[in-house]
């Protein structure tokens, strides 16, 4: 009897104790390499830039393709992607749509609010006017009747592109000028230089609220959403990753992000020529104490507790 309860003894010592030097690692090998996607946008650079620095901190090995919207959420449903940071809603809704309707993405975290995306106009418009969409078209000639869109596909160039063929806002007649938001950007600069105006898809978090002189057009709301196209952003994940991989999901679920931490993370970015790492691993040596939270739980990928493993990468 005397030997069966130390064998009970060492039995429970090994139950409590384990889970406290591990925390229990509950990710598979299988679980390494955790494939994200990228539209091209500086806002979602800065997330996967976090999320990047924070997993492979782990054990990990996060790997970032560029894709753009359609590609990266058909990579989803098809299961060759796992996680994307950048589900920006409501300007995604049909997107949305299509992949719950087929059961294809879960919904992990919703890890930015406060956001907003809709069409804008800079210094020069805001002189003439121009505070509303139905403001525009009695200036077309000043605008060269353009609105300037960013990478083809995007549901938000789908939304413009809608508004022009039907004639919303006496727009029939202006031209949809797809490009990549940097360029998209650094055209609206050189307008803004000329002293010409630009209409323009403007949204936060983003640094161009700093360095430009913004104004957020009224009366988009049946294209954009009320609130200059209030907009949530969800992190998805493909259907099944959570519970193959529970441990990395378990820090997806609980990372969130703020509009302030983004503005500063996608201005090293595009200001200060920084990889998307590299601003995110700086903003995150600035401000550890959010590690805290989204750790809280969560271990490396050989189950040692997360906290300091990560701390002690970012030194």
Known sequence: MLKLNRILALVTVAVVAGPALGQGANDPAACKT???????????????????TVLDALGYDAQVTTLSVPIGFEALKSGQSDVFLGN??????SFRADLDK???????????????FTLAVTGPGAKLGVKDFDDLDAHRDAFEGKIYGIEPGAPANQSIG???????????????????????????ARNDAAGKPSVFLAWAPHPMNETLQITYLTGGDKEFGPNYGGAEVFTLARKGWAAECPNAAKLLKQMTFTVPMENQIMDGILNNGEAPADSARAWLKANPDVLGPWLDGVTTLDGQPGLPAVEAALK
């Open 88 to 93: 920006w809603m409501p300007a995604q809704a």
């Open 102 to 116: 087929a059961g294809a993405v879960e919904v992990l975290n919703r890890n930015l609010e406060g956001a907003k």
């Open 34 to 52: 955790i494939r994200m996607s990228d539209p091209g946008w500086t806002d979602i650079n800065s997330t996967n830039g976090i999320a990047k």
């Open 162 to 188: 809608k508004m022009i063929e039907a004639d919303a806002h006496g727009l029939g007649d202006w031209e949809l000028v797809e490009t990549g938001e940097q360029a998209m950007l650094a055209q609206v």
